[in-house]
């Protein structure tokens, strides 16, 4: 079975300064996708980012990127420029590729609050 | 476009007692359907997924189980509610092969006294 590691459960940055978040997997597959989700104090679920485990690229929107290193098994998020609204938990999560009946669940991480000092 | 609707959104029940919430999704159609519970300062642990009408697996033996009466209908249910029963619960919904992501409801936090 697939786990998710996140060995940093507390966090914090200055304000418009960059943080990197820890993840790491544990897989034998080789296709599948990486998530980062935002859980803020409304314990909404928003997804931050994704990737593709067959895309070199690394993902980007806005101030979020990743560094994903497949053969380490590593997907980071880097936030940039952080802001006091990026004060969250955030999750790692992995999701198998294959499209079949019981892979099609997301296993997530234990999460990494993020706190933001202005 | 797509929406996912949980409720209600806080619920308080004593111990024994039944229990019923219910996830709906908008704008799609045979959507894999999941519930999730975080407990307090925890992560998100599956409790049950489906892929399509009456079919419902099981991730861990418990107190609680669930049914899909409808394609975009989910419900998470107990006959008699334990303690450990309280937590957060989330529904989430995807495409059939979840390549852009999980997109979750807003959550029922759930307080058994």
């Known amino acids: 079975a697939q786990t998710v590691t996140q060995s940093q459960p507390e966090m914090s940055v200055q304000e418009a300064e960059t943080v990197t978040l820890s993840c790491t997997y544990d897989?034998?597959?080789?296709?599948?996708?990486l998530f980062w989700y935002k859980q803020p104090p409304s314990r909404q679920m928003i997804l931050v980012i994704r990737?593709?485990?067959?895309?070199?690229q690394n993902a980007t929107e806005n101030r979020f990127s990743v560094n994903f290193q497949k053969a380490a098994k590593s997907f980071s998020l880097k936030i940039s420029d952080s802001q006091l609204g990026d004060a969250a938990m955030y999750f790692c999560?992995?999701?198998?590729?294959?499209?079949?009946?019981?892979?099609?669940?997301?296993?997530f991480g234990t999460g990494t609050r993020l706190t933001i000092i202005p | 476009s797509q929406t996912i609707h949980q409720w209600p959104a806080t619920l308080v029940q004593p111990v024994g007692s039944p229990l019923s919430l219910e996830c709906t999704v908008e704008?799609?159609?045979?959507?894999?359907l999941y519930w999730y519970r975080q407990a307090a300062g925890r992560g998100l642990q599956l409790l049950f997924y489906?892929?399509?009408?009456?079919?419902i697996s099981s991730e861990v033996p418990q107190n609680l189980s669930a049914s899909r009466p409808q394609d975009r209908q989910f419900i998470l249910s107990s006959k008699k509610l334990l303690l450990s029963d309280s937590g957060f619960y989330l529904c989430?919904?995807?495409?059939?092969?979840?390549?852009?992501?999980?997109?979750f409801g807003s959550g029922t936090r759930l307080t058994v006294v």
């Open positions: 989430a919904w995807t495409r059939f092969d979840g390549r852009e992501g999980y997109t």
């Open positions: 897989t034998s597959e080789s296709d599948y996708y």
């Open positions: 704008g799609t159609s045979n959507p894999n």
């Open positions: 999560a992995y999701r198998s590729g294959f499209s079949n009946f019981g892979n099609e669940k997301l296993t």
């Open positions: 990737q593709e485990a067959y895309k070199q």
């Open positions: 489906s892929v399509g009408i009456g079919q």
